[in-house]
């Protein structure tokens, strides 16, 4: 299914496109919550609640308006944020996302010390790291994230958005690579195959 | 070409992708995209990243949530209507056992209550036979005892060694009773026979055995004595005057 034809199916309510749309997307939404939310079944019922906005709200996504995933992070995490409004709410709790204590409500308490992000994020200066960690995975407001960094919000702003200029170029150069990779042992492939 | 590099360098787009903006400032960078079809190509190399970045550290969910998901997703309205109908299905299949039990316990009580009564109707109707029959008795009793007490009841005792019995004989009412006390034993092929006097004559007055409480014996009017002889069962014409038993007069 190409990403045009996912499209139009999931507009004309098509629930194989959903079930598509769950197996490429669910993981990396899953990853988002769950990094927000600690309690693996909280953030899996969160994630539930998103597909289902995501699947009866699709009519509202534009495509000229930027990707699908684009659109579908921001309806998980306004969701998973609403969730821990709601829950602090409920709990009449001063006490925000950075407080030491959040844990019991099964809110991650965001930890910068510890590096638990993946794959060539990795790459990035600590500065951008920091940065990406709190506002892409922790749902920080860049308000937020200057109080817990102690750093201007000016610099937050400015170091947010070097860091997604820095993944794309981190991530622009992995289909260059693999296809050097793939023609170079296709082109091996075929010589050992015309030697025999 | 130099607001296109403006609207870039102002970093507005990153934060557009990452979701960090307010409703206007969201509208604005939509009316960008539209206006500058050439944004297109640089949003989407930012997303891109930013979505590899996602997938690198995507976490795995449980394998039945997908099925979850999907039911919930694709029946969302019939789901609810489902819920609340089943909701109301067991409401009325839990009225209906209810009404069901009840129903059986009632009919249980029912049938036990219409057999105590036919058990009742029953004992009822032994109760009134038997009060009918002492009615009878009472009535018969009260009937002797106005006779036996009667001024005009002549008692005539008839007795000797072996036998003993009262014959009361009572000419207003126009009737004869006997009080069998003793009698001498006889073979089965035998009976007592009562003879009234009358100026010379013998006439039959019935047969009798002994246990029989006040018997009713024939009315004679002009009766003189009362004489029992002994006769072949069933009972003579005339008396067998040698089996005389016992005699007197009135």
């Given at each position: 299914m190409t990403h045009e034809n996912l499209i139009k199916k999931l507009k004309s309510k098509d629930p194989s496109a959903l079930s598509h749309l769950y197996d490429n997307y669910a993981p990396a939404l899953l990853g988002v919550v769950k990094r927000i939310v600690k309690n693996h079944s909280t953030a899996e019922d969160i994630l539930q609640e998103s597909f289902i906005k995501i699947w009866r709200n699709i009519d509202q996504y534009d495509e000229a308006k930027g990707r699908l995933y684009t659109w579908m992070h921001r309806i998980t995490r306004n969701t998973t944020l609403n969730y821990i409004n709601l829950k602090s709410e409920?709990?009449?709790?001063?006490?925000?996302?950075?407080?030491?204590?959040?844990?019991?409500?099964?809110?991650?308490?965001?930890?910068?010390?510890?590096?638990?992000?993946?794959?060539?994020?990795?790459?990035?200066?600590?500065?951008?790291?920091?940065?990406?960690?709190?506002i892409y995975f922790k749902g920080y407001t860049q308000k937020d994230a200057s109080e817990k960094l102690g750093i201007p919000l000016g610099t937050v702003k400015t170091r947010c958005r070097i860091a997604?200029?820095?993944?794309?170029?981190?991530?622009e150069y992995t289909p260059v690579i693999a296809m050097g990779l793939a023609s170079t042992f296709s082109l091996m492939l075929l010589m050992l195959l015309w030697i025999k | 070409m130099d607001k296109i590099n403006q609207i870039i360098e102002s970093g507005i787009l990153e934060d557009y992708v990452l979701g960090l903006l307010?409703?206007?400032?969201?509208?604005?960078?939509?009316?960008?995209?539209?206006?500058?079809?050439?944004?297109?190509?640089?949003?989407?190399?930012?997303?891109?990243?930013?979505?590899?970045?996602?997938?690198?550290?995507?976490?795995?969910?449980?394998p039945d949530l997908k099925s979850k998901i999907i039911e919930s997703a694709t029946q969302p309205v019939s789901v609810q209507k489902i819920s609340s109908s089943t909701s109301w299905w067991k409401v009325a299949a839990s009225f209906l056992l209810g009404i069901v039990l009840c129903g059986s316990l009632l009919f249980n009580k029912i049938n036990n209550i219409q057999s105590e009564i036919s058990e009742l109707k029953k004992s009822m109707a032994l109760k009134d036979e038997e009060c009918q029959k002492a009615k009878e008795f009472l009535s018969k009793n009260e009937?002797?005892?106005?006779?036996?007490?009667?001024?005009?009841?002549?008692?005539?005792?008839?007795?000797?060694?072996?036998?003993?019995?009262v014959v009361y004989h009572n000419p207003v009412a126009k009737k004869t009773k006997l009080k069998v006390k003793d009698l001498p034993e006889i073979n089965s092929s035998e009976t007592y026979q009562m003879w009234a006097d009358v100026k010379g004559k013998m006439i039959d007055m019935g047969t009798f055995s002994t246990g029989q409480d006040y018997r009713d014996l024939k009315y004679i009017a002009e009766a003189e004595s009362f004489n029992v002889t002994i006769e072949p069962a069933g009972g003579s014409d005339h008396p067998t005057v040698s089996r005389l038993l016992v005699s007197n007069k009135v």
């Open positions: 409920k709990i009449k709790s001063a006490e925000r996302i950075e407080n030491e204590n959040s844990d019991i409500y099964g809110i991650q308490k965001p930890n910068i010390d510890v590096i638990d992000l993946k794959g060539k994020v990795n790459t990035l200066d600590r500065i951008y790291y920091e940065v990406i960690e709190l997604i200029r820095e993944l794309k170029k981190i991530y | 307010n409703e206007s400032d969201m509208s604005e960078v939509e009316s960008y995209l539209s206006q500058y079809p050439e944004l297109r190509s640089y949003i989407e190399g930012i997303e891109r990243g930013v979505e590899k970045m996602a997938i690198d550290n995507a976490i795995t969910p449980s009937e002797l005892i106005f006779f036996l007490k009667h001024e005009a009841t002549i008692p005539v005792q008839l007795d000797n060694n072996t036998t003993n019995m």
